[in-house]
């Protein structure tokens, strides 16, 4: 044989290498029927028919057996190395399988941050310590986009517009409060505020490009009214800061303020306003991309605290 025939599109068959493997390794093309319990002829024909798709000759014979010429060798140690790929590729499934290896990759807005890292992932990481996880805080359509595009396992969103190919697995009421210094002279008024209420003082606003601004936006569209902020920032934590000098107002959901609420450093104030009451977080995923197991534990983890816990997948 001296031409080398191209392979067909699906490569090299398994059987046939195997039947070759058997015969080379047992010496005898009878010895390797006998292990694998088939006829002798079938081997036989199998094997012709794996040399002619090749080119090269595998077996030669001598005395009442065979033995691998030199491209027979080349094809014993690429089935071997084949053979252990395998079983280790086997292996790693079952370590993702047992959550002992893996990456989790979470977009999340920042103001779940505090909750989420104390409550699910240092907890998550610490029973999986094999696991990796990579954590990117992102304004409302950069997290969309990289659930979208694949960049990220799972998003975690506050008031999203998802896109064709994202789904949201898990949502949860989270209206947008006024949040302020425990002072400051609006926390004596009756609750829920009105806009005029708040409007009275400095404002504090996040950027353009968050879930939290679109709703302002949107507040700003259907009362016909224009809000002018004195400050604006990309960072929940500058607007707390702001706020916590007791002149200012914000608007914020609870979940982005649970140790500053907790510690009575701030106060978050219900706001009468439709838009604001129904606002919701949700988690998102990409539509039709099969969740790992790390990646769905994970989830029914996050679904377990606030403000997702009333939530069942």
Same mark, same amino acid.
């Given at each position: 044989?001296? &031409?080398?025939a191209? =392979?067909?599109?699906?490569g090299?068959?398994?059987?046939?290498?195997?039947?070759?493997?058997?015969?080379?390794?047992?010496?005898s093309?009878?010895?390797? #029927?006998?292990? =694998?319990?088939?006829e002798?002829?079938?081997?036989?024909?199998?094997?012709? !028919?794996?040399?002619a798709?090749?080119?090269?000759?595998? =077996?030669?014979?001598h005395?009442? @057996?065979?033995r691998?010429?030199?491209a027979?060798?080349?094809?014993?140690?690429?089935? !071997?190395?084949?053979?252990?790929?395998?079983?280790?590729?086997?292996?790693?499934?079952s370590?993702?399988?047992n959550?002992?290896? @893996?990456?989790?990759r979470?977009?999340?807005?920042e103001?779940y941050s #505090?909750?989420?890292?104390?409550e699910?992932?240092?907890?998550?990481?610490?029973? %999986?310590?094999k696991?990796?996880?990579?954590?990117?805080?992102?304004?409302?359509?950069?997290?969309?986009?990289?659930?979208?595009?694949?960049?990220? %396992?799972?998003?975690?969103a506050?008031?999203? !517009?998802?896109?064709?190919?994202?789904?949201?697995i898990?949502?949860? !009421?989270?209206?947008? /409060?006024?949040?302020?210094?425990?002072?400051?002279?609006?926390?004596?008024?009756?609750?829920?505020?009105?806009l005029?209420?708040?409007l009275?003082?400095?404002?504090?606003? +996040? &950027?353009?490009?968050?879930?939290?601004?679109?709703?302002?936006?949107?507040?700003?569209i259907?009362?016909?009214r224009?809000?002018?902020?004195?400050?604006?920032?990309?960072?929940?934590?500058?607007?707390?800061?702001?706020?916590s000098a007791?002149?200012?107002v *914000?608007?914020?959901?609870?979940?982005?303020?649970?140790?500053?609420?907790?510690? @009575?450093? =701030?106060?978050? +104030?219900? +706001?009468? %306003?439709?838009?604001?009451?129904?606002?919701?977080? %949700?988690?998102?995923?990409?539509?039709h991309?099969?969740?790992?197991?790390?990646?769905?534990?994970? +989830?029914?983890?996050? /679904?377990?605290?606030?403000?997702?816990?009333?939530? *069942?997948?």
């Amino acid at each position: 044989m001296s &031409s080398h025939a191209p =392979l067909n599109n699906e490569g090299f068959n398994s059987r046939r290498m195997r039947y070759a493997f058997e015969a080379m390794t047992q010496g005898s093309i009878r010895r390797a #029927a006998d292990k =694998l319990d088939i006829e002798a002829s079938v081997i036989s024909r199998q094997i012709a !028919r794996l040399e002619a798709e090749l080119g090269v000759r595998l =077996l030669e014979r001598h005395g009442r @057996g065979v033995r691998a010429t030199e491209a027979g060798e080349l094809l014993l140690d690429f089935y !071997r190395e084949r053979q252990a790929a395998e079983s280790a590729l086997l292996s790693d499934f079952s370590e993702l399988d047992n959550l002992s290896r @893996g990456s989790l990759r979470l977009a999340i807005s920042e103001g779940y941050s #505090a909750t989420l890292m104390s409550e699910v992932v240092n907890h998550f990481s610490q029973q %999986h310590p094999k696991l990796h996880f990579e954590v990117t805080h992102a304004s409302v359509n950069q997290v969309v986009t990289r659930v979208l595009e694949g960049d990220a %396992h799972i998003g975690f969103a506050y008031s999203p !517009r998802l896109l064709p190919g994202v789904k949201s697995i898990a949502s949860a !009421r989270q209206p947008v /409060c006024a949040v302020m210094h425990p002072d400051h002279p609006l926390n004596q008024l009756p609750s829920p505020l009105s806009l005029d209420d708040i409007l009275q003082y400095p404002l504090g606003l +996040i &950027s353009k490009g968050y879930g939290l601004r679109q709703l302002v936006d949107t507040v700003e569209i259907i009362d016909k009214r224009h809000f002018t902020p004195s400050l604006v920032s990309n960072s929940l934590a500058t607007l707390k800061q702001y706020v916590s000098a007791g002149h200012a107002v *914000t608007f914020m959901p609870a979940v982005a303020l649970i140790h500053e609420l907790a510690r @009575g450093q =701030l106060v978050a +104030i219900p +706001i009468a %306003h439709p838009v604001f009451i129904e606002a919701e977080s %949700h988690l998102i995923v990409r539509q039709h991309r099969p969740l790992s197991l790390a990646a769905s534990r994970l +989830i029914n983890e996050i /679904c377990r605290i606030y403000p997702f816990s009333s939530t *069942t997948l």
